[in-house]
């Protein structure tokens, strides 16, 4: 198929899932009991004053028009107003994305950093000592709840040592120095996480790597095993560890969420769950409806990156052989 | 001295120590060309790997492989890669997945000329280039910047026969090479091979299970059959006077012209009883 028409039809199958995952997110957050009328009045309020504000903030219409009303405000970037402050939904978030964004990038950046080359010592040294420390920790580091190792950096590197600050978040713009300080910790609590997860598969597409061919020709000119999955390992191991990683992102954005909890970072985690107990709807499907719109961005991006890593995959979309 | 030596070479494999070689001795001298011939699991490419040390871990090798005088066998990681390509090269079996098939031809062949001389991009690619036109590929600067999936399984295998001779090695390895290719391209690669053999004046350590391919490339023959070696001699020796029944069943099975059409076509059994025979199997 020709690369043109793989992007079409890629982009063709991510607006038929955002506007499916919209349906789902505006069904399921109307589903919740209570609402934000009431909230704002507090429990002492009468009927008559409860129906009065429902019908000001427009809540009274039927489920269809607030849905379209909704969507077609998301169409032109508008995702509303939120009941409760008056102020706008994006404007709410911009400044959230930006933490939770920080916090993601550094997080992968950095289970990448510690999954690969363990996973790679796990594989060459898999009937050793090394190997087995090294797949007996990431079993133990994926049996340890998020919470609880970021509680444990924590209690560590902050409470100990006092090397860094235990929570909170300064801005990029405010103080650089403070914004990585801040954002070490969290980081790292993430990063640690997923790579206990990474490392087994890295392991794995590494481990399938070593009985290909090409690997053994590589040591037959001169590679040491080291180098040789060095040079002509990783690009072939990632083709389908960026599989791996396509299908981790919404574990990663959940996990994300956890660690702005553990560590008080005003990202949009907190946003979401404050909204979700005021019954914020209008906020809490903005956000959940950002959330999506980034997974599937991601997978369609990884979709796409499979044609810059395998030049066969590229070679297929050109000469229009390949599927999609 | 000998360019290689081979002594009682014995390998087992896992914790059962099945023996795969069972006491190999041969001797190979510079520019000579020794076939190694014996059906699957005769232990002819497990002695290949053992001479480029390229065993997998689970392998338990003793005796002793000497190239120019120099053990091969329990040799430090590190010591062997610097022969690999350079004093020593390989020629697989399966063109199809030997190369890696996200890198281009060129870098691949250029690889092996930089790990071993520290040559500057420039001067390799022209070499590469030239390398590629040794080996008989028409269009080398094509063939150089093409992946692996865009050339046929003999342009595989001849620019894999590049990076095995571009350091001019003193022995090549040859692993059936020509045995996943098509008869016509086999005949085609194999004149290459004898070609730059006689070129390079490398000596050549030749696998195979076919009779017929190995008396094209070499002057003496081993056959190998359950990890022994159990009959030596001269590709003529073997084809006129076999003296192992083995011998004269691969002898009956390579020579097609003796057989009349319609009529059965001989087989190793026909010759050779694996139960009764001497150095047969346990």
Same mark, same amino acid.
């Given at each position: 198929m020709?690369?043109?028409?793989r992007i079409?039809?890629?982009t063709?199958?991510?607006?038929v899932s955002?506007l499916g ?17 009431q ?10 004053a ?44 911009a400044?959230r994305i ?10 992968v ?6 999954a ?5 010592v796990?594989?060459l ?5 090394p190997?087995f ?5 990431a079993?133990?580091?994926?049996a ?6 970021g ?10 040592l006092?090397?860094l600050?235990?929570?909170g978040?300064v ?10 300080a801040?954002l070490?910790?969290p980081?790292l ?6 790579a ?9 597409a590494?481990?399938e ?6 690997y ?8 040491t ?5 060095f ?13 791996v ?6 574990t990663v ?7 702005e909890?553990?560590?008080t970072l ?6 979401l ?6 019954r914020?709807l ?13 997974v599937?961005?991601?997978s ?10 395998d030049?066969?995959q590229?070679?297929?979309s050109?000469?229009?052989e390949?599927?999609? | ?9 014995r390998?087992?494999?896992g914790?059962?120590r099945?023996q795969?070689?069972?006491?190999v ?7 000579q060309?020794?076939?190694l011939?014996?059906?699957s ?5 497990v002695t290949?790997l053992?001479?480029?040390g390229?065993l ?7 005796g002793?492989?000497r ?5 091969i ?9 610097? !022969?690999?390509?350079?004093?020593v090269s390989?020629?697989?079996? @399966? +063109?199809? $997945? =030997? /190369? %890696?098939? &996200? ?8 690889e ?14 022209e070499?590469?280039v030239?390398m590629?036109a ?8 094509r ?10 399984g003999?342009?595989?295998q ?6 095995? !001779?571009?350091?001019s090695?003193?022995?090549?390895v040859?692993? @059936? +090479?020509t $045995? =996943? /290719? %098509?008869? &016509?391209v086999?005949?085609?690669v194999l004149?290459k091979?004898n070609e730059?053999?006689?070129d390079s004046?490398?000596a050549c ?13 070499c002057d ?8 022994q070696?159990v ?16 011998t004269?069943?691969l ?11 319609g ?11 694996p139960?009764t025979?001497?150095?047969g199997?346990?």
């Amino acid at each position: 198929m020709h690369l043109a028409l793989r992007i079409a039809r890629r982009t063709g199958v991510f607006v038929v899932s955002l506007l499916g995952a919209s349906l789902l997110i505006f069904l399921l957050t109307n589903a919740l009991p209570g609402d934000v009328a009431q909230v704002l009045l507090g429990t002492d309020a009468t009927p008559e004053a409860v129906a009065q504000l429902r019908a000001q903030l427009g809540l009274d219409r039927p489920l269809p028009m607030q849905y379209f009303s909704w969507l077609g405000g998301i169409l032109v970037g508008d995702f509303g107003r939120s009941h409760l402050s008056g102020l706008p939904v994006l404007a709410l978030l911009a400044p959230r994305i930006a933490v939770t964004l920080w916090l993601v990038l550094f997080g992968v950046i950095g289970s990448l950093l510690i999954a690969v080359p363990a996973g790679m010592v796990a594989a060459l040294k898999r009937r050793s000592w090394p190997g087995f420390t090294i797949s007996a920790a990431a079993q133990l580091g994926m049996a340890v709840p998020v919470f609880w190792g970021g509680i444990l950096l924590v209690m560590v590197f902050a409470v100990w040592l006092h090397w860094l600050p235990a929570n909170g978040y300064v801005s990029l713009a405010t103080n650089p120095e403070q914004w990585a300080a801040h954002l070490v910790l969290p980081s790292l609590t993430l990063a640690l996480v997923q790579a206990a997860v990474l490392i087994r598969y890295v392991r794995s597409a590494f481990i399938e790597v070593l009985n290909e061919d090409y690997y053994r020709t590589a040591r037959s000119i001169g590679w040491t095993p080291m180098r040789a999955l060095f040079r002509h390992g990783i690009r072939n191991a990632s083709i389908s560890l960026v599989t791996v990683l396509g299908l981790q992102v919404s574990t990663v954005l959940v996990g994300a969420i956890v660690v702005e909890s553990v560590f008080t970072l005003p990202g949009l985690g907190s946003l979401l769950l404050t909204a979700v107990n005021q019954r914020d709807l209008l906020v809490v499907q903005g956000t959940v409806m950002f959330l999506v719109l980034a997974v599937l961005a991601i997978s369609a991006l990884v979709d796409l990156s499979y044609l810059l890593i395998d030049p066969r995959q590229a070679a297929a979309s050109e000469q229009g052989e390949g599927s999609a | 001295m000998s360019l290689l030596e081979v002594r009682d070479l014995r390998v087992s494999f896992g914790r059962r120590r099945v023996q795969a070689v069972r006491g190999v001795d041969f001797d190979l001298d510079d520019g000579q060309r020794l076939g190694l011939i014996g059906e699957s699991g005769s232990g002819k490419t497990v002695t290949a790997l053992a001479v480029m040390g390229l065993l997998p871990e689970n392998a338990t090798v003793t005796g002793s492989v000497r190239l120019r005088g120099s053990e091969i066998v329990g040799a430090p990681e590190v010591a062997l890669a610097q !022969l690999r390509g350079a004093a020593v090269s390989m020629v697989f079996q @399966e +063109p199809m $997945t =030997a /190369l %890696d098939p &996200t890198m281009r031809v060129g870098r691949q062949v250029a690889e092996v000329l930089r790990l071993h001389q520290g040559e500057e991009s420039g001067p390799a690619r022209e070499r590469v280039v030239s390398m590629l036109a040794e080996v008989g590929l028409a269009d080398p600067v094509r063939i150089a910047d093409a992946y692996p999936h865009q050339l046929s399984g003999g342009q595989r295998q001849r620019a894999i026969l590049a990076m095995a !001779l571009i350091n001019s090695p003193d022995l090549v390895v040859c692993d @059936e +090479p020509t $045995t =996943a /290719l %098509d008869v &016509t391209v086999q005949a085609l690669v194999l004149q290459k091979l004898n070609e730059v053999l006689t070129d390079s004046g490398a000596a050549c350590l030749f696998i195979s299970h076919d009779l017929a391919v190995v008396s094209q490339v070499c002057d003496k023959v081993l056959v190998m059959l359950d990890g022994q070696v159990v009959e030596t001699g001269t590709v003529a020796e073997l084809f006129t006077n076999p003296q192992h029944p083995y011998t004269r069943g691969l002898v009956a099975t390579a020579r097609f012209d003796q057989t009349r059409p319609g009529q059965r076509l001989p087989t190793v059994e026909d010759f050779y009883a694996p139960d009764t025979s001497v150095g047969g199997r346990p």
